[in-house]
């Protein structure tokens, strides 16, 4: 029987520091349109998907810019643009290892050692631009 020991190691997905700052300015105008603009980062250290020392199954720190700009009309709407990862980090949400690899073979017939790593992505992994309208009631 094969034991895996873990004391000591990184639980996984445990990013060491993460932070967030946001901003924004509203300009001052005379009447019910008051404009906007933000801008936010996003940073998170490095982590490691699985608790056992996989080569390169790691995924990297990370940085990212989102920003936006519009308009708050009257107390009841909100019009903006936005950007969101501007910056188009792709980002993956984890990395594995493709299960597969422990009955490879060469054309002989021989094991054949071999790690191939999957990593997967979500939608926000990649620079968004879009439109949001708000109405409050």
């Known amino acids: 029987v094969n034991t895996f020991d873990a004391a000591g190691l990184d ?40 608790p056992s020392e996989t080569p390169g199954a790691y995924i990297p720190k990370v940085d990212l810019f989102g920003a936006s700009i519009g308009a708050e009309i009257g107390e009841n709407i909100r019009f903006s643009l936005f950007c969101k990862n501007c910056t188009n980090v792709h980002m993956p ?7 597969g690899d422990a009955a490879a073979r060469n054309n002989f017939g021989q ?13 926000d992994a990649f620079r968004t631009f879009g439109a949001t309208l708000s109405f409050r009631f």
């Open 11 to 50: 639980l996984p997905n445990s990013p060491k520091f993460t932070s967030t700052v946001q901003a924004k300015y509203e300009f001052q105008t005379s009447g019910n349109v008051k404009p906007f603009i933000e801008g936010n980062w996003y940073h998170r250290s490095s982590v490691k998907p699985s």
């Open 111 to 123: 094991p054949t050692p071999k790690l191939t790593l999957v990593r997967t992505y979500a939608l």
């Open 93 to 99: 949400t984890s990395v594995g290892i493709e299960p």
